[in-house]
């Protein structure tokens, strides 16, 4: 049997990388909630916040911190571009949902061939943003670039429900993804919610990939991985309820640490499969339902 | 009007006819999307450099030879299209494949009843009845195994646990490390499968670790190494990770983060300076290397020294029996010759389509960015 510092450590193994799917699954909820869309280009967004901070990082005229911003600013542009010039034109097609989550997967597959182009097929990665030795209690260590991605997650996250909590901003979000014609005989920009919609749901998907890469790698093959399991997550959590997104995100890393440790690492997707299919049959609507039903 | 319209089109029709019989076809399936293209992009740029060079002091048989690389995306099901297109439309005489595994076997039935040879990055298709067109160029696992035993067993590393991918040579390396480890005095602890695409490894790690690993081996090339050994270093533990072949760009990744704790069979063409000058038998690799470096500057050629290798086995083999027929050009790739490629030394005969028969590598590691020899 374990003992318990080990299984502690993967308590918070699975924390760390559950974050990181809470971010890439807060990014599915906005977009849902907003325009009724499963964005399967999500995982690119991680992506390309990897990629456009080593990029700019590489060049050696910027700090990290600095880089982050650009590619998280950069990656948030994309996100508003994909809504200005492909899901806006759909919408006002009134075209079918199933083609609009097909026009999700044909950018997500442009961007990656983009980046393989441009960038190459190389793996790339920078240095975690706190170096040095990984704290340590007892048997447990947490290590520098975990403690950011955790801190980071729950920051964003409070100020994502303050978002549609106590801004006119959010409110009118929220307003479009209950009924966008009320909303707009309310005089609220439709439109200009759902860019800010895409543009936030970017924004981090690239915060999710800058916090990721030091501890692995990006590469423009990564992005199918963060799609299907984010989607797992937000499916779990609630596909309409960033917050729930979130909780989901921690759950499906939590399941896939445990799986390791009471199963085996070839298990853990099944596990977490197995535990989605439950959610499916019991609870639809994920654990958290929809922003919308609050 | 239409007389020179149709005097046009005859034209162009007889260009292109004379352009098709100018060249040889290769064709070439490889994965250069996917989750092997970091693998098969170089291999694919080997094959293609080595056909520059061909063209260059006249082809074969008085003709140049044209490299037909097509993309099968990492997917066994499209190899199997891409191997129909290559084989039924661009008439290849050979075939000279990526390193999926699973892709290869997928077309072997086909390319053997089309009687084409085909030289391949991966293992051997696994019928039997498939192996009689197929030779290949990866080396056995017992290699890199064995190397990375006896290093364990040098430094008294007895405990080991494994990481290794889905892939069927991952697989192979790792039936044959779970055979040769008695051998070796060695205890496996664990083995962990992982996913190439796999975000955080650190669960593996922390099992392995408890279940008391000294050491981690590593099946399966990628940059999945690089999440391993960043797991190490997160997690705080002391375990060396000894490393499959690897690319120097995943190396370097690698080493960075855990110095010269992380370990690899390098390959000739990686450790060529810190081997004797002068030798005859790296004079190939030299060569090889000296036209790499100029199109690709410090880019790694690990893998594309392999396609090189390939295609200069045909090559070789056409120019022997004079003709591009399948069956004399398979007899003569047969015949028992030792061909001392850029990647290593070569030989094929009828009852053995393994290139690699010695052991091609070194243990190597990184130091300051430099690779350097384990001691």
New interface residues.
Partial sequence: MYDMSTILQFLVNGIGIGCIYGLVAIGFAVIFNASGIVNFAQGVFVMLGGIFTYVTFKTGYFPLWLCAVISVMATAAIGAIFQILIVRPLLKKRTALFMMILATLAVAVILENAVLHLVGDRSFSFPPFSPGPPFKWGGVVLDRQMIWIVTSTVVLVGLLVALYRYTLVGKAMKACAINPQVASILSIPVQKMLVYSFALSAALGAVAGILITPTQYTAYHIAVPFSVTGFVAALIGGLGNPFGAFVGGLIVGLLQSYSVLFFSAGYKEVVTFSVLLLFLFVRPGGLFGSLVED | MRKLLGATVAALLTCTAVHAQETYKVGSSVGL???I??ID?PWKDGIALAADAINQNGGILGRKIEVVAEDMRSEPAEAVTVARKLINSDKVIALINGCSSAGNAAMAALVARAKIPMMLCSILPPKTEDHKWAFSYLPPPVFDVEIRYAHLQKVGKKKVGILYD?TPYSGLQKRTAEELAAKYGIEIVGA????P????M???L??LD?AGAQAIIKMGSG?AT??AV??I????LSLPLLASTEDL??VR?AAAALGDQFIFPGQRTQVLHLLPKGDASVKATSEFLTLWKAKYGDRDSTWAARGWDALQTVVVAIRKVNTVDGTKVLAAIEDNSSLGGASGDLQFSPDNHLGVRTNPYYLATMVNGKVELVQ
Avoid at chain 2, 197 to 200: E, I, K, R
Avoid at chain 2, 233 to 236: I, M, P
């Fill in positions: 999307s996917g989750y293209a970091f992009g889905a962990e499968q992982f996913k695409a796999d975000a955080d650190t669960s593996y922390t099992k408890a940059p690089i999440t960043k797991a270093k997160q997690l705080g760009d995943v990744g």
